[in-house]
């Protein structure tokens, strides 16, 4: 039914039914639209289309590709339905890397993403001999700054798109920013140096972790590829030796099926 129709109506929110007419227009979760387009879909003024894509993007429910100054679905519709979450191709040429990943390293591994100021599992791989005793899945959400996940995405982000998200952590806990923003710095550092980040006892005392970012191209955000276990046998001597080379090595097969011609 159109807009127009409940005009007459006082409990009618006409910018939120703006809202979820823009995200109607993405018809297939790889879609990929302009304001103009989505303009003509909706029949809205471009001016208020711009500040509905854009208020959707820092809410999630849309990505914006600044290469193509164009948007698509965000991974905060996966709270609308399973739909987005099905049609990411990394999800399924992912599984198969990351079963091995596991097999090889007795860690559970989990790829994921930044969703507002948490970081969302999109798939994750145990092999029958991983010992942790955290039970996370598809689906689960995990902190931002004290995990392993969530360092690899600051650290590997553009700098303004880290400093805007430290400015959220800073408006949430202006108490603890002074400790988080001592730990993000050497987070960083530790991405110069080995490309991963790490973190022992940080969020959980029994889980030890190592990450690494995922840059698939192809208009898609960045993601997150982890490993994680038990901090008795998930400890820094194991981390260097063994898992972070064999994470790497993950990381990068997954990323070449995202290169031009595969």
């Keep these: 039914m159109p807009i127009d129709d409940h005009k007459e109506d006082r409990q009618f929110v006409t910018a939120l039914a703006r809202g979820l007419q823009v995200l109607k227009c993405f018809t297939s979760g790889e879609e990929h639209l302009g304001n103009q387009e989505i303009a003509q879909r909706c029949r809205l003024p471009k001016s208020t289309v711009t500040r509905l894509t854009h208020t959707l993007t820092l809410l999630d429910f849309l990505h914006h590709d600044s290469v193509q100054n164009r948007y698509r679905l965000g ?9 987005t979450l099905l049609r990411l191709d990394a999800r399924e040429i992912s599984r198969p890397i990351m079963q091995e990943l596991a097999n090889q390293t007795g860690c559970l591994i989990a790829l994921g993403m930044r969703e507002g100021m948490s970081m969302l599992y999109l798939e994750t791989a145990r092999s029958d001999a991983s010992v942790i005793t955290i039970r996370l899945n598809l689906g689960s959400r995990i902190p931002l700054h004290t995990t392993a996940m969530g360092r690899a995405y600051l650290a590997g982000s553009r700098p303004a798109a880290r400093r805007s998200v430290m400015e959220r952590v800073k408006n949430l806990n202006p108490e603890g920013y002074a400790d988080i923003e001592r730990a993000i710095t050497r987070a960083g550092e530790e991405y110069e140096a080995t490309d991963c980040c790490t973190s022992y006892s940080e969020w959980r005392g029994e889980v030890g972790a190592i990450a690494t970012p995922l840059r698939v191209g192809k208009g898609m ?4 590829l982890s490993a994680s276990g038990d901090i008795r046998t998930m400890t820094p001597q194991f981390v260097e030796h063994t898992v972070r080379a064999l994470l790497l090595r993950s990381a990068w097969a997954i990323e070449q099926h995202f290169q031009p011609g595969n």
């Design 221 to 224: 955000p960045m993601m997150v």
């Design 75 to 83: 991974m905060a519709t996966l709270s609308l339905g399973g739909t």
